[in-house]
């Protein structure tokens, strides 16, 4: 039989470190190709390139693993991927591990869990990484057992059609064990910063700080990520807000 | 009382023919304000910019209404808005008309329902409409008294917390009704285009056709759209995947 094949991307770029750990954690799994940003894509959603080519590069091949490094978004990369460099459709897909958390409704923003969505589309199972930690350098070698272990069940047990994982852990060397989570909700706050050009011209920076509206409730992905578990909500593609149909019908339809 | 204020956005530019029929057919019903980017920006999803800052200008003042261009994407418009630009929280945030459906999963890579969502974020009602013509110079005047319709419902009665609207119009001039849809499934195929440049160097165009895996499926916004009907999904920013909690709670916590 063969090993799994195992995609792995990712939206800081195929040198993060990051990306270099999972890679590690993960290569004696599958066998591993890694398509990725040729740098940094934070904050790309599920957008793709529309108004230019994409390129790709082979980078190395170490251990087995190619590397390729793409100069579209993360959507891209698995869009390459699966269409052009795997030899066959890869048996899972990994994103991560995204140098800061993509909990509550942040995955809307993430370049990681973009990933992810692209591979419920595609129907391969897929999961995003994401640390707290924010340092380039990090070191999320306290992540390695339960990554092994998730990576592990859905390998061999699969996820429901249309539903991916988005993991997310706490800048923590351990952790409380992990929980199942729903996504919290919040807004960011103080989004624009302001600021005068040498030439007199306004620019702005999209920045800004996330507000949980969660409060307690120790159901959601934030708490848990703040409260020293690792949290795991499982992800669906399917928008549809089901539990307004009835308030619609009656504003739209009488 | 003061009249409403409404901002428009949309992510084919704040001089595409679609967004300007929307102002149009609009105008009447509130205090408008356009912060449109300066080009088009398919494809932007849920994306904001990161790296480079965003810069914005005036265009215009016409009829009482100030249009803005920002160098940024869908999503950076609505933050740039809400938080700078405005005189106040807007009461509504309307996107389109799209030049192009936005029907199915297709709401992950759309820009014009990325300032829907980011209105959803914020706690405002919020609407996206697109239409299934794509031509630039596309006539959608039949859309308006179904546009105002909406518009009217969801400025009186509001919508429910963390829900937006998806609207996509048939390529039709007359529609058979107004259908409440769940978003689609499917995925995109052949999504890649290789060619070789003058230099004999492998580039790619992202692009692709659509296919759906709704067959005859009666509820989903993609059956509406193609048989006659305007397709309006109630979309939401609740991503978890409640119905996976048992199955994932046996393969991963056990």
Redesign the interface.
């Known amino acids: 039989m063969n090993r799994p094949l195992i995609l792995i991307s990712n939206d800081d770029g195929y040198a993060a470190g990051g990306i270099r750990q999972l890679i590690d954690m993960v290569r004696l799994m599958g066998d591993i190709v890694v398509v990725a940003p040729d740098g ?1 894509r ?10 230019v ?4 590069r082979r980078v190395s091949e170490a251990d087995g693993v190619q590397v390729f490094a793409c100069t ?2 993360p ?2 990369c698995v ?2 991927a ?3 460099l795997l030899p066959r459709r890869p048996d899972l897909i990994l994103a991560g591990i995204n140098h800061g958390d993509n909990a509550a ?1 942040n ?3 993430s370049g990681t869990m ?1 990933i992810a ?1 692209e591979g419920a ?3 391969i199972p897929a999961i995003g990484f994401s640390s707290q930690k924010l340092s380039a350098d990090a070191d999320f070698s306290a992540l390695r057992p339960t990554v092994q ?2 990576v592990k ?2 390998l ?2 699969g ?2 059609r ?2 991916c ?1 988005n993991v997310n852990y706490p800048d923590a060397e351990s952790f409380k064990g ?1 929980r ?4 919290g ?1 919040g ?2 706050v ?3 910063e ?2 005068t050009d040498p030439r007199g ?6 920045t ?1 700080s996330f507000k949980s509206d969660d409060g307690h409730d120790e159901s959601t992905d934030t708490w848990a990520m703040h409260n020293g578990y690792i949290a ?14 009835d ?3 009656d ?3 009488t």
Chains 1, 2 share one sequence.
């Open positions: 940094g934070s904050g790309a959603a599920m957008s793709f390139t529309s108004s080519p994409v390129n790709v579209g978004t959507c891209d869009k390459l699966c269409g052009q409704i995955v809307h923003y973009a969505l589309m595609k129907q272990q998730i069940s859905v061999e047990k996820l429901p249309g539903v994982l992990i199942l989570c729903r996504m909700v807004d960011w103080n989004e624009l302001r600021r011209r306004t620019y702005y920076w999209v800004g795991i909500t499982p992800t669906q593609l399917d928008l549809t807000a089901y539990g307004a149909m308030y619609l019908k504003i739209l339809l």
